[in-house]
């Protein structure tokens, strides 16, 4: 299976995958997860010609355990808590809400730096593309969604270049429509599927936010 030279590459092809269905309409916009999903969110917001902004996704890990998620928050002021999950692992309120500040303050953070005064998208009723660089469990993909569900969006489409099939399989139970390039099986890493997957950095997503058609 032919690796992409990078995001920008794999942007581009993604973007001619969603050309049919979604470019130039006035109701579909792209957010990307940063960092590396704005590389490839660029491309595809630029091959559509549709807008391009950011969802900021930060998991609820349990204390001292922190890959295993309890919930999540977004952008836009959205908390998804697994309810069931905090109810069978008796984890105290109190506990939620300190995991809960110490990453809404990180998100805030990080909206600060990659938006700065300018205010999140409204998304209600709108087809929103939710794009990344690759997926691997997709846990971060699935708060993403229901983050969007939480704000009304129209239609949620995950968007990605590379990700595993079972990934794929799962979100679309969830999701509207799920666009996968490349399924690579057996699957090891996201950056496996690049020849170039250097880290991105804080700046270059502000740029490529900034740096409009």
């Known amino acids: 299976m032919r690796r992409f030279r990078d995001r920008v590459e794999a942007g581009s092809e993604l973007g001619e995958r969603l050309a049919e269905s979604y470019a130039g309409r006035q109701d579909v916009l792209v957010l990307a997860l940063p960092r590396g999903g704005v590389v490839v969110g660029r491309e595809v917001a630029d091959g559509l010609g549709v807008p391009l902004d950011v ?3 930060r998991k609820l890990g349990f204390p001292g355990q922190r890959e295993l998620a309890m919930g999540a928050i977004a952008s836009g002021g959205v908390r998804v808590l697994n309810e069931a999950l905090l109810k069978q692992t008796g984890v105290s309120p109190g506990l939620v809400e300190d995991v809960v ?8 953070r ?3 730096l990659y938006r700065g005064e300018r205010p999140a998208p409204d998304v209600a009723g709108r087809i929103v593309l939710v794009v990344d660089d690759g997926l691997a469990t997709g846990s971060t993909m699935l708060a993403a ?4 569900r939480s704000l009304l969006a129209g239609r949620v489409v995950v968007a990605v270049p590379t990700a595993p099939r079972q990934t794929c399989e799962a979100l679309e139970g969830v999701a509207d429509e799920v666009v996968c390039l490349r399924q690579p099986d057996p699957f090891y890493a996201v950056g496996l599927s690049y020849e170039d997957f250097a880290e991105v950095s804080d700046d270059e ?6 740096d409009r058609p």
């Open 55 to 57: 969802l900021l996704v």
């Open 101 to 108: 500040g110490r990453e809404q303050a990180e998100l805030e």
């Open 110 to 112: 990080r909206e600060l």
């Open 145 to 148: 969604v229901q983050a969007l």
């Open 205 to 210: 997503v502000r740029a490529l936010l900034t």
